[in-house]
């Protein structure tokens, strides 16, 4: 049998057990529910208003999962569009295999200048060919090194550009170029780093020549190698860059009522040196 002892043991832990518990519900549990009803209150509120508000808004009793779930949809194929337009914006303005390798090394400001006179005594010559005046503003305002360009490689594609432009010209067999500057070049970034992305240079050309010759020097303009035959025009074979019209004036500048003058604006685009946009 169970002694006595045993049994008034056993009943004073039960007692210390239950007044453990009590003591605990009233020191922790309670507190920490009460305290917790609390930090719940300002949510229930909000629940309360949102839920009177789906019940009193004509609107939002209208709106239905299948119409958000087509709006979702509609949203994701505009990106993807839009994701398809940028591929094929930057495919547009990519530049050639000879100037994208040189925008990837590391500038030589001797090759530059050489490049630069090659290329300007090509224009020179083309230029006595097709009896196409030049005047000496033209080679003045020819691109030269210039150190608030930046990074330097840039140079390579400012320079094609001025180069593919007046070839156009000559091509086109305008009679006279009177005119050349190179405005200063846009920057534009994107992300909260603002790191340019793309470069667009600008260059003003004012030149005279028939109507025939100017239409089609502004049409050559944004055409690639590819584009000439379904513009129905005869391809340039100097000419691989799309260039873009920012600004066009014509003007009466001769007593020849076949001669009209053109003041122009032509821009070209290139992806920042290395930042991978340029492939």
């Known amino acids: 049998m169970i002694s006595e002892r045993k049994i008034r043991r056993v009943q004073w832990v039960t007692v210390a057990l239950a007044a453990g518990l009590v003591l605990l519900y009233w020191v922790g549990y309670r507190p920490a529910s009460v305290r917790a009803r609390e930090l719940d209150r300002p949510v229930a509120e909000a629940w309360k208003q949102l839920v009177a508000a789906v019940q009193t808004n004509v609107h939002a009793r209208s709106v239905q999962a299948a119409l958000l779930e087509d709006a979702v949809r509609r949203m994701q194929q505009a990106a993807r569009w839009l994701e398809e337009a940028g591929k094929a914006a930057s495919a547009r303005v990519a530049w050639d295999e000879g100037t994208e390798q040189r925008l990837r090394q590391e500038f030589q400001l001797l090759e530059f200048d050489r490049q630069r006179f090659l290329t ?85 050309l004012e030149m005279i020549g028939t109507a025939p010759a100017l239409e089609r020097f502004l049409r050559s303009l944004p055409l690639r190698p590819g584009d000439w035959e379904g513009a129905g025009l005869p391809a340039i074979s100097s000419k691989t860059q799309a260039f873009f019209v920012d600004r066009v004036l014509l003007k009466n500048v001769s007593a020849n009522p076949d001669l009209t003058g053109l003041d122009v604006v032509v821009s070209a685009f290139c992806a920042q040196p290395g930042s991978g946009s340029e492939r």
């Open 120 to 204: 300007m005594a090509e224009l020179r010559s083309r230029a006595a060919a097709a009896k196409v005046i030049v005047a000496e503003a033209v080679w003045q305002g020819y691109p030269d090194y210039d150190p608030q360009l930046q990074p330097p490689a840039l140079h390579w594609a400012l320079l094609a550009t001025v180069q593919q432009v007046l070839d156009t010209a000559l091509a086109c067999e305008v009679r006279a170029l009177s005119n050349l500057t190179v405005l200063p070049t846009l920057s534009y970034g994107a992300g909260e780093s603002g790191e340019p992305v793309y470069h667009q240079f600008r260059l003003r």
